[in-house]
């Protein structure tokens, strides 16, 4: 087994390469100008001030030269300067990094346990009302547009039901939590500060639900899809003829088998939920990478549209790559040969 | 005769499809005594699983199940769940065909052991463990401490056999319901496990219903055979008796299949098909393939009725002149 | 209520070709229903709607009464009108994805799988690497780089999803290809494209229509999303990304977004719908 991780490892920085080589290409196919954004319009008939800007920003170079000196920076790990902020990219990243990743980590919670209790539920009750109610919650989940839910869920609770807060992580004019892991839930319980954790909390609930739900309709049809193929499998049979009760069979035999592929997919799915960030994050004012990702786009910032999809990308490939390694450790056949 | 440990009354058994109803059992007698071990043969499609999954209920919801099973006098058609629950690898115990598919992949062969044991006794985990160990012991599984922590794909098709025996003897049952135990396995393995049975037998006055149909199985461990065609048993003896005093021409045919290292016979297949069941022909279900039809055959309702030596469902029995 | 629709469905169909079979259940004939109205009013709703999609027909941002069903937009438009209007531009540009997609990528995949060798690898690589972006972040780019308009979009999107239909048809020509009667045309000597033409290819295609039928609504989604973002179509264009954007602006007036993201449901899930069906009725396998 170890020789499949270090192939799956070995494969990974040639990938990384893939995904800057393009994401360099594509900021390059850019018609506009990028000056425009970094020294202003009015600028721009300024021969001077445009040719400094030039230098600073390594415009001036030929396109070979600006894709060496990009990727031997990379390899310094300095992924330049965002054209719109001003900082380095690097640490843009870093600083909202937690933001999407503590909105993906409930979203990735509520999505898998919903999922697999709706699962449950819709392959027990197999072609009963619940059932056919269950599916049609999943399906609705992959097939709702997350920003407009987002937009109606925002309308309803918040501004004509008051029981939500409105958008953003923090209410207004509150400052942040002393930082402990940029997660303001843990970090507001760890200072103590038992108000702001729970107005934070509250804060996440809709946001992790918009973009849980399509989790729930993927992993709640996969489960109810291996119950059924499990549920009247031999072992199961043997099972009940041992006398168990037949919620100790749905549970200890069945869900334990069909939960396996299940992993696999909820790793997979990380590629969706990015996508999802992307918009959930710009809805509710969620200052994460997938806003930043929008802003720099609409600024044609191509130092930062690099650095989130080298970041994308490699956050990707490392999921998958976890997830194939623990799909081996979990399934006993591959574990043990 | 002892009062019967399990008796199946008129059983009938029917799955309902898209085309109609298959009538897989179809009014079926058995009786097993204790300690008596009984054969059930017939080929595919001939509902000698059908009747025994009869027994603890474990068909599926969409099967249709009448008539009577009683077991040590309590019907068990109807019992309530809880009941069977509790027959389910505690009086009754039940082995099936394919041992690998019958063992769950994700859990090591102790903790299904251990499993059938907490069910039906009280006790901690350790002493169901050390159970397990002693379960593997009395199936004669080498290196019993060391396997209760393998998972089934790693254990051979016997050892995994012994292991659902293992499973199934859990709780001291009364009696043992073997479905095609050694059907899945090589024949140096089934004389292992023929022999693996046969101990349990002795040592624990074990009654066994064992379903198969291989005539050599039947020959090497029965008391009683019962010859099943299409839903219903057509002849039942002791097994001298259906073996050498056979009154039934299917029988006949059974026994003509067989090769024989006594005489270079040549091996005779019975011609035609089984019916299919859910197009029965009126009467008896062997008229199309029977060497001795008559008229009679199309329209009696054929029943066990003893001929000579034993009994058998035929209106022409006992032939004159039939091959034995 | 499922059992009685069913047995409408089931009653009016008769059922001998797979296709009819798959209409029976209810699921197919909802989803082909909603797509039929969505086709009807592309084609229809010039005729027939009272205001034009970028008619300033009335008062500003009237709430929804009886002259405006829906009520008007900021600048005045009708929003139901533009609503309707809205599928005019989200639908056909999916179709037009999902063929480029499903063309170039089939074609790709095809000969990957089918010739092997360096071509295979090259083609793998390729696909790996662009599948190893998270779509949206990709399609974002190449749609900023290339500039908004709906034009654009179609490019990024086929840009971000020809890699899965490369993937998947060669993985079906590679397991056609070892089937028997394969190697028994080939030991025949029946020329390789020919092969590829009449044997393989067409048992290949249900996967692919079964795909492309569940892309179809996932392509729909991601361009509303990327017109929502700014980056796909472009306003005054009633696309219905844009008008949820619109509607986003607006917060407190709720009919401007209600109607276009209830579209886009109802496309999505009946396209899911549709797809379900016929993979139910071509793979019963791989149940939902």
Redesign the interface.
Do not use: M, Q
């Given at each position: 087994m170890a020789r499949y991780v270090l192939k799956r490892l070995a494969i990974a920085p040639l990938?990384l390469i893939?995904?800057v080589t393009?994401?360099f290409v594509?900021?390059r196919?850019?018609?506009?100008n990028p000056l425009v954004s970094i020294v202003g319009e009015r600028n721009m008939g300024n021969p001077t001030v445009v040719a400094a800007a030039e230098a600073r920003w390594g415009l001036d170079k030929s396109i070979p030269a600006q894709y060496a000196s990009y990727m031997g920076n990379l390899v310094r790990g300095d992924f330049g300067t965002s054209f719109r902020t001003k900082s380095s990219v690097w640490d843009d990243l870093t600083e909202r990094l937690p933001a999407t990743a503590e909105l993906t980590l409930a979203a990735l919670l509520f999505g898998a346990v919903a999922g697999v209790l709706l699962g449950v539920v819709a392959a027990v009750k197999r072609d009963r009302a619940l059932d056919?109610l269950a599916?049609l919650f999943a399906?609705?989940g992959?097939?709702?547009?997350?920003?407009?839910?987002g937009?109606?869920l925002?309308?309803v609770f918040y501004?004509r039901l008051g029981w939500l807060p409105g958008p953003g992580r923090l209410p207004p004019r509150t400052l942040p939590p002393p930082h402990l892991t940029g997660f303001y839930t843990i970090d507001s319980l760890a200072a103590g500060n038992f108000s702001l954790f729970w107005n934070c909390a509250k804060r996440l609930i809709m946001p992790a639900f918009v973009l849980g739900w399509g989790l729930t309709g993927i992993v709640s049809?996969l489960i109810?899809?291996s119950m059924?193929?499990e549920l009247?499998?031999?072992?199961v049979?043997?099972?009940?003829?041992?006398?168990?009760?037949?919620r100790t069979v749905m549970i200890?035999?069945v869900l334990?088998?069909a939960l396996?592929p299940t992993i696999t997919i909820i790793g997979l799915s990380f590629?969706a939920l990015?996508?999802g960030a992307?918009?959930t994050e710009?809805?509710f004012s969620w200052n994460g990478i997938g806003s930043y990702?929008?802003e720099a786009?609409?600024t044609?910032d191509y130092p930062a549209?690099n650095g989130?999809?080298i970041l994308?990308?490699a956050?990707?490939?490392l999921t998958s790559l976890v997830t194939d390694v623990m799909y081996a450790v979990v399934?006993?056949?591959i574990r043990?040969s | 005769m002892s009062e019967p440990l399990l008796e199946l009354n008129d059983l009938h058994v029917t799955f309902p499809v898209s085309s109609g109803a298959i009538k897989a059992v179809r009014g079926l007698d058995l009786t097993v005594h204790a300690g008596e071990v009984v054969g059930i043969v017939g080929e595919s499609g001939s509902g000698k699983s059908a009747s025994m999954l009869s027994v603890l209920g474990l068909h599926g919801p969409a099967a249709q199940v009448s008539g009577s099973v009683r077991f040590r006098g309590r019907e068990l058609i109807g019992a309530p769940a809880a009941e069977l629950r509790h027959l389910r690898g505690g009086r009754i115990g039940m082995i099936f065909q394919d041992p690998m598919t019958s063992l769950n992949p994700a859990l090591t062969i102790g903790r299904q052991l251990s499993e059938a044991v907490i069910v039906h006794q009280k006790g901690s985990k350790r002493t169901a463990g050390e159970r397990a160990i002693e379960l593997l012991d009395m199936v004669s599984m080498p290196n019993p401490k060391a396997r209760v922590r393998s998972y089934p794909h790693e254990l051979s098709g016997g050892m995994r056999q012994r292991v659902m025996i293992a499973m199934a003897m859990a709780n001291d049952p009364d009696l043992l319901i073997a479905d095609e135990p050694t059907t899945a396995l090589d024949v140096t393995t089934q004389a292992q496990i023929l022999d693996v049975l046969r101990r349990i037998r002795t040592e624990r006055h074990l009654a066994i219903a064992i379903i198969t149909h291989d005539l050599g199985i039947v020959a090497g461990i029965a008391d009683t055979v019962n010859v099943m065609y299409a839903g219903r048993i057509v002849e039942r003896g002791s097994v001298e008796d259906v073996f050498y005093r056979h009154e039934h021409p299917y029988t006949s045919g059974l026994l003509a299949c067989l090769p024989r290292l006594d005489s270079r016979s040549e091996l005779v297949p019975i011609g035609g098909a089984p019916p299919a069941l859910d197009a029965l022909p009126p009467g008896c279900a062997f008229q199309d393939r029977c060497p001795h039809v008559s008229l009679e055959c199309m329209s009696a309702d054929v029943q066990l009725a003893p001929v000579g030596a034993t009994e058998a469902a035929c209106v022409n029995a006992p032939i004159r002149g039939a091959a034995r | 209520m499922t059992v009685v629709l069913e047995a409408v469905t089931v009653s009016l169909v008769p059922a001998r070709h797979p296709f009819l079979r798959a209409l029976r259940r209810p699921q197919f004939a909802i989803g082909l229903g909603v797509l039929a109205f969505w086709i009807l009013m592309i084609i229809t709703v010039s005729w027939w709607a009272p205001y034009g999609p970028i008619e300033q027909a009335g008062d500003r941002l009237q709430s929804p009464n009886s002259s405006h069903w829906l009520g008007t937009d900021t600048l005045g438009r009708d929003v139901l009108t533009r609503t309707l209007y809205g599928a005019r531009y989200s639908l056909p540009t999916a179709a037009a994805v999902i063929a480029f997609t499903v063309v170039i990528g089939s074609s790709l995949g095809a000969l990957a799988g089918f010739r092997g060798g360096w071509i295979d690898t090259v083609i793998m690589r390729f696909s790996d690497v662009v599948l190893a972006f998270p779509p949206i972040l990709l399609a974002m780019a190449v749609a900023a780089a290339l500039g908004p308009g709906l034009r654009n979009t179609v490019l990024a999107l086929i840009v971000v999803w020809w890699p899965i239909y490369a993937r998947l048809l060669r993985g079906q020509v590679i397991s056609i290809r070892h089937r028997e009667h394969i190697e028994a045309a080939v030991s025949v000597g029946v020329p390789k494209r020919r092969i590829l033409r009449r044997h393989i290819l067409p048992l290949a295609t249900t996967p692919v229509l079964i795909n492309a039928t569940m892309d179809f609504g996932q392509v729909v989604l991601l361009t509303a999303s990327l017109s929502f973002l700014g980056l796909g179509a472009v306003p005054p264009t009633p696309e219905w990304g844009v008008l949820i954007d619109e509607g986003s602006r607006n917060f407190y007036q709720w009919w401007i977004a209600l109607a276009p993201g209830a579209a886009i449901l109802s496309v999505v899930l009946a396209f899911n719908f549709l797809g379900d069906s016929l993979r139910d009725v071509f793979d019963p396998r791989g149940r939902p």
């Open positions: 990938l893939g995904i393009i994401a594509i900021s196919l850019i018609p506009a056919h599916r399906l609705t992959s097939s709702i547009p997350v920003f407009w839910l937009l109606i925002l309308f501004a049809r109810r899809a059924l193929d009247y499998a031999d072992y049979r043997t099972a009940r003829a041992k006398g168990l009760a037949e200890r035999h334990r088998n396996l590629g990015l996508t992307v918009l710009t809805i990702a929008v786009t609409r044609l549209i989130v999809c994308g990308g956050i990707f490939i399934d006993p056949k043990l | - | -």
